[in-house]
């Protein structure tokens, strides 16, 4: 099941994510906006494999396999449960980063349903 829509979408004003840079990240609206949701922002460096498992995942032990995690999870950034979320993330200043690609994807639980969002997948740039 979708967040909502489905849709989590990086609001760089049309621009790549840049080094040195902040980087919005937003989530909306989620569980189609009836009740407030808590949510968290999973953040990978990988969109085939977490921990020796391929990705994308079903969760069929869950009891949800229409939900799939389609990124590695080396961190996560939590949310208040809300209709829209908004997550600001800023880019390092690092060359070693230019061209590096991250993959994120916005979990959240809603009446004890698990729901997924769509998966991003950015590469870093530079100016």
Do not use: H
């Not at 909502?4 to 840079?21: L, N």
């Not at 494999?49 to 995942?57: A, E, T």
């Amino acid at each position: 099941m979708f967040l909502g829509e489905g849709k989590a979408y990086a609001s760089t004003g049309g621009m790549r994510p840049w080094i040195g840079e902040a980087l919005g990240i937003r989530a909306s609206p989620i569980g189609g906006g009836l009740l407030p949701v808590p949510a968290a922002l999973m953040v990978g460096s990988s969109n085939q494999s977490w921990n020796g498992v391929p990705l994308p995942l079903a969760l069929d032990a869950l009891g949800r396999p229409d939900c799939l995690i389609y990124v590695s999870i080396d961190a996560m950034l939590s949310a208040p449960a809300t209709y829209n979320v908004n997550w600001g993330i800023d880019i390092p200043d690092c060359s070693a980063c230019v061209g590096s690609k991250w993959y994120m994807q916005v979990v959240g639980m809603q009446l004890g349903q698990l729901l997924t969002s769509n998966a991003l997948e950015l590469t870093i740039g530079q100016r």
